[in-house]
């Protein structure tokens, strides 16, 4: 069916499938909800830059990181085209995070920590500071920060986002657990 709230069901599901850890059927579901949302709405929408940053986040670790920044690169600049009301701070900020990881893939660490570090600022004034989201722009710079070497800054940054995840998402959560590892 040619229905916009067909590829946003596409997109719900393929999420679905992801947090199942079925990242092929994701993938497939989110290029589905892309290609729909292309013929539909045009390439110059908010819901495309939505499914590019969907497809980098999950290619940055599934298949390519390049493929990633490729996905990631493309939603930033759909969203630069963009009125300022039509952007969504969160949306660009997802995408600046999708594009940070693929870049810490690819081995290109200060560029990753310069977006993670915008990300956080973000998602620290948009959302509650307690919120599991800034927790995990916490966790992500993190992550870049040891691979770039630079590890007081990175504990100092996954102990937050412990903190976060302790009170929003409990012990036993999977994040928490993350964090945990990584200390």
């Not at 493309?74 to 952007?87: G, H, K, N, Q, T």
């Not at 660009?92 to 693929?102: D, I, P, V, W």
């Not at 570090?117 to 620290?124: D, E, P, T």
């Not at 800034?134 to 007081?152: I, P, S, W």
């Amino acid at each position: 069916s040619e229905h916009a709230l067909v590829a946003t069901s596409l997109y719900h599901l393929g999420a679905v499938r992801e947090h199942q850890g079925k990242p092929t059927e994701a993938f497939e579901l989110f290029q589905r909800a892309l290609a729909l949302r292309r013929r539909l709405l045009g390439n110059n929408t908010a819901g495309v830059a939505e499914m590019l940053t969907a497809l980098a986040s999950l290619t940055w670790y599934m298949t390519s990181p390049q493929e990633a920044e490729t996905y990631a690169r493309e939603a930033l600049a759909v969203l630069s085209r963009l009125p300022a009301d039509e952007r969504g701070s969160l949306t660009l900020a997802s995408a600046q995070e999708a594009l940070g990881m693929a870049l810490h893939a690819q081995g290109k660490r200060e560029e990753a920590v310069r977006l993670m570090r915008n990300v956080g600022a973000c998602r620290k004034t948009l959302l509650e500071t307690q919120h599991p989201d800034y927790g995990y722009a916490l966790y992500h710079l993190g992550e870049v920060l040891t691979g770039a070497a630079r590890f007081e800054e990175a504990e100092v940054a996954f102990r937050e986002a412990l903190a976060i995840y302790r009170q929003t998402l409990g012990d036993r959560h999977r994040r928490t657990a993350f964090c945990y590892e990584k200390l």
